[in-house]
């Protein structure tokens, strides 16, 4: 069964969340101390990063396969090398970046973002929100990055809109089709709640002395707790670092222009886990899966500020959270077997197994990726996943890489599943060695070239091992086990210096019956997956 109760020992990921409206600045020099990455024993095991006032600049590396902004960049680059894929959503100057450890992607599934854009006429136009869905080993997962309106009057405005995007967003073809109906939402962003009644003097001392309590019964997040409905369930850490809005940027100080801002804590974590009826006392410790569907305990390690970036008037929060699953579902829907080593063109060859409730398509592929790739589009080289109508009951499906195909450098790479249907690689190896004899032929280089992202809501992926061979004993993979990801809805590998996938006659409706490409016929050339992207 691909569901395994575990009553004695729950089975706990690290999620690290940061919040942070960063003004329209450009990145600092470093992050490490926000991510945690110096104190961090590498056992996080996803980050998710909402920033809002993102400057909507795009970036277009002529070396990188995608357009992306500077934040989501500077991002990656500090946390791919150990291993995180991400999975980004941009919308108005609000960013949503998710990362995992690559080794969880097979149970990362379906992905899907939903954004909105909340104020009538503009005026609030780069307010709203954006969030993410997914299924997190067999439970679903939200999360919500907001920016709500300011001012301290607009306290009822905040909620309006909070209701308004929870409204909004509804998502596809899922058991939880709103944000609320997920077993758990992360709820955070620049919210834009106010401290209400105590002057400005009154909220500096307590700030000055340390008497931060003072202030928490008047913060209006707090105040709405009591009246607002839709705030049932919303839990949220104490409040015990210093509010961390409004301030002189390049400094801790707080607000001394004209308008004086008085502080507040406007940049929250929150979380709420679905209600759900408790289970009967009679059942046992092992229970039944329907009754452990809403047992996802939330532990918070960590809720605090980051008072050394000073490139923005708000200082970033973060909180650190232990999620204990009391199942999981932990099986891949492909399983990929490759050897340990290609040594000669004759080894370069796989076998894949589908799950029975897996819905292959005639477009899917398998990737070759060299470790620390960067995202799907990545590829070394890939061949068509064929599977002949002869093979149907076949247990085992047979891909042969051509030489074309094969890296001119040995290295470690890995081979990765790509499901068009779900868009995203369902299936990966670990890191295995190609060491080829030196021949001189033209082979393509490792960069990709440029594509055109198609809106503002695109999603991108981009994953990188820390190793070369990554975490060997976790979840107790092996080489031949398959490691999935889950994420991508843009469309597919694009690499101009790589020969392009061709049909044996230029007619694509002739592909999709044909199960796959004729390797070496050339008429019409596309890349894998955009002819049947809608």
């Known amino acids: 069964s691909p569901y395994r109760s575990l009553p004695e020992m729950a089975y706990s990921r690290r999620v690290h969340i940061i919040t942070w409206n960063v003004g329209s600045a450009t990145p600092p020099d470093d992050i490490t101390s926000l991510l945690g990455l ?213 400094t801790d100080t707080y607000d001394t222009s004209g308008k004086k801002r008085k502080p507040a804590w406007t940049d929250r974590i929150l979380w709420r886990q679905r209600a759900t009826a408790p289970a009967a006392p009679s059942v046992g410790k092992r229970g039944s899966i329907s009754g452990l569907t809403s047992g996802i305990k939330v532990m918070q390690h960590s809720y605090r500020s980051h008072m050394e970036y000073i490139i923005s008037d708000h200082k970033p929060v973060s909180s650190i959270f232990t999620l204990q699953f009391p199942y999981r579902v932990d099986v891949p829907l492909v399983t990929i077997i490759v050897e340990d080593e290609w040594n000669s063109i004759e080894d370069a060859k796989a076998a894949f197994k589908l799950a029975p409730n897996y819905s292959r398509s005639s477009w899917d592929w398998i990737g070759l990726y060299k470790v620390g790739f960067k995202h799907h589009k990545d590829y070394v080289g890939y061949v068509w996943a064929k599977q002949e109508e002869s093979d149907f009951y076949r247990q085992e499906h047979q891909v042969i890489f051509t030489e074309e195909e094969l890296p001119k450098s040995s290295g470690d790479f890995i081979l990765g599943y790509y499901s068009n249907n779900m868009s995203s690689i369902v299936g990966v190896t670990e890191p295995f060695q190609i060491q080829l004899p030196t ?64 049909t044996a006659d230029g007619a694509t409706a002739e592909r999709k019956s044909a199960g796959g490409p004729a390797e070496g016929s050339s008429t019409q050339q596309f890349r894998p997956g955009e002819e049947s992207r809608k």
């Not at 931060?212 to 839709?230: F, G, H, P, R």
């Open 38 to 250: 110096n104190v961090g024993d590498g056992n996080t095991d996803m980050y998710i990063i909402g920033l809002q006032e993102v400057n909507s600049m795009i970036n277009k590396r002529l070396k990188d396969v995608l357009f992306t902004d500077q934040w989501s960049d500077v991002c990656m680059e500090r946390l791919s090398p150990f291993g995180y894929v991400l999975v980004s959503n941009r919308m108005q100057g609000l960013l949503l970046l998710i990362f995992a450890k690559y080794f969880h992607l097979p149970f990362l599934r379906g992905v899907q973002t939903e954004t909105t854009r909340t104020g009538l006429g503009g005026y609030w136009g780069n307010k709203g929100g954006i969030s993410a869905r997914m299924s997190v080993f067999g439970h679903s997962v939200c999360f919500l990055n907001c920016h709500l309106p300011a001012h301290m009057e607009n306290s009822d405005q905040r909620m309006e809109d909070f209701e308004s995007i929870l409204q909004q967003q509804q998502f596809e073809g899922q058991a939880a089709v709103g944000v609320l109906d997920h077993d758990l939402v992360f709820w955070f962003g620049d919210l834009n709640f106010r401290i209400e009644d105590l002057d400005m003097q009154v909220v500096k001392s307590a700030i000055d002395n340390n008497k931060l309590s003072i202030l928490w019964e008047k913060d209006q997040l707090n105040l709405a707790k009591d009246s607002e409905t839709v705030l049932e369930g919303f839990q949220e850490g104490p409040l015990k670092f210093p509010p961390t809005y409004k301030f002189d940027v390049g």
């Open 439 to 502: 021949t001189e032929h033209d082979s393509s280089s490792s960069d990709s070239s440029d594509f055109s992202s198609e809106d503002d809501s695109t999603v991108v992926m981009k994953m990188r091992s820390h190793s070369s061979s990554p975490q060997k004993g976790k979840a107790g993979s092996h080489r031949s086990g398959s490691r999935s990801h889950s994420g991508s809805r843009s469309g597919s590998p694009t690499q101009a210096q790589i020969k392009e996938p061709v």
